[in-house]
């Protein structure tokens, strides 16, 4: 079974519903980043709120960063779901 294959999400309903948890949480954190930069965008107009505004930039920069990621958990957590015939093999062996 290899990564990023889309059937992998199609195996059992364990693992379609894993896979919207993971979606859910990869727009949500897609969302927070883009507010962050429209936020510290609007921040930058004046100068007295550039603090702030660096601060939301650096904030949605780690949130677009943490989006691979998700995915990257996701894919492996699906692997691991269909892998169980062989993990069954290893424990009898």
Same mark, same amino acid.
């Given at each position: 079974m290899a990564l990023f294959r889309h059937e992998n999400r199609e195996k059992s309903e364990a693992s379609r519903a894993m896979w919207a948890r993971y979606e859910i949480a990869y727009t949500c954190v897609d969302f927070g980043a883009a507010f962050a930069f429209v936020v510290g965008s609007v921040l930058f107009f004046w100068a007295s709120t550039q603090i702030p505004a660096t601060w939301l930039f650096l904030i949605g920069s @780690?949130?677009?960063?943490?989006?691979?990621? @998700?995915?990257?958990?996701?894919? @492996? #957590?699906?692997?691991?779901?269909?892998?169980?015939?062989?993990?069954?093999?290893?424990? #009898?062996s």
């Amino acid at each position: 079974m290899a990564l990023f294959r889309h059937e992998n999400r199609e195996k059992s309903e364990a693992s379609r519903a894993m896979w919207a948890r993971y979606e859910i949480a990869y727009t949500c954190v897609d969302f927070g980043a883009a507010f962050a930069f429209v936020v510290g965008s609007v921040l930058f107009f004046w100068a007295s709120t550039q603090i702030p505004a660096t601060w939301l930039f650096l904030i949605g920069s @780690i949130l677009f960063a943490a989006k691979p990621t @998700i995915r990257l958990v996701r894919e @492996i #957590h699906l692997y691991r779901m269909g892998d169980t015939d062989d993990l069954a093999q290893r424990l #009898h062996s």
